[in-house]
């Protein structure tokens, strides 16, 4: 059964304290990873997709990685307006299966 | 990045009541989806849709429906609504280059 799960589920940094999140999936067929920012309240906002184990990607103090069991977003020298849930998703078959995220806050 | 509109964002209703939860896009994508989501909880597909007069049922089961008659508008229709059905549910269409989904603001759903 495909499945992903997120670690942690929560997460509390300082401002400034580098840390990672985890994303492992089992999947059938890996046709994309995406993860996603979402804000209290909001849709989830795109952030990045990676499609083969060993592919980087970055924008501003986020880092996304991946291999062939999972991904992990880096965060550098967080921000508090980096505070959100990140969530993890693969594209398998015909939809995405959703990890349920990691809620990330930054305290100044 | 898609442009995807979501009407109402909030809305508070009775038991039975008939509701419509809108969706509109203007990128011109031809899938569209309905997901709902509970506080802390992942995202479960509702209901998807391939372009006009395409629509399917997702994973979770669902006692809404939806239509597809034209390409940037795909709306979700509960016919009598009850608490069960109280959530957030998000509208997304995806880029049919890179398979990204684009999300709007999504709908808070409160049944009395």
């Known amino acids: 059964e495909d499945q992903v799960t997120q670690s942690p589920e929560a997460l509390r940094l300082q401002e400034g304290e580098s840390s990672s999140l985890n994303c492992s999936y089992t999947?059938?067929?890996?046709?994309?990873l995406f993860w996603y920012r979402q804000d209290p309240g909001k849709g989830p906002e795109f952030l990045f997709t990676?499609?083969?184990?060993?592919e980087e990607k970055e924008k501003e103090r986020l880092k996304a990685t991946l291999t062939k069991k999972e991904s992990f977003l880096h965060i550098t020298a967080p921000k508090p307006e980096d505070s959100a849930t990140y969530l993890c998703a693969v594209f398998s078959n015909y939809q995405l299966i959703w990890g349920a995220g990691t809620k990330l806050i930054i305290k100044p | 990045e898609a442009d995807i509109y979501q009407t109402p964002r909030y809305l508070v209703i009775g038991t039975g009541k008939k509701i419509t939860l809108e969706c509109s896009q203007t990128m011109g994508h031809d899938k569209m989806y309905w997901y709902q989501q509970d506080p802390g909880m992942e995202l479960h597909l509702i209901h998807y849709?391939?372009?006009?007069?395409?629509?399917e049922k997702g994973d979770l089961s669902s006692e809404s429906t939806v239509s597809r008659i034209r390409t940037e508008h795909f709306p979700l229709t509960l016919e009598s609504a009850r608490p069960s059905h109280t959530s957030q549910y998000l509208c997304?269409?995806?880029?049919?280059?890179?398979?990204?989904?684009?999300f709007g603001p999504g709908t808070r759903l409160t049944v009395l």
């Open positions: 990676l499609y083969s184990a060993g």
């Open positions: 849709s391939y372009g006009v007069n395409s629509t």
């Open positions: 997304a269409s995806s880029d049919p280059g890179t398979d990204t989904q684009y």
């Open positions: 999947v059938s067929g890996l046709r994309g």
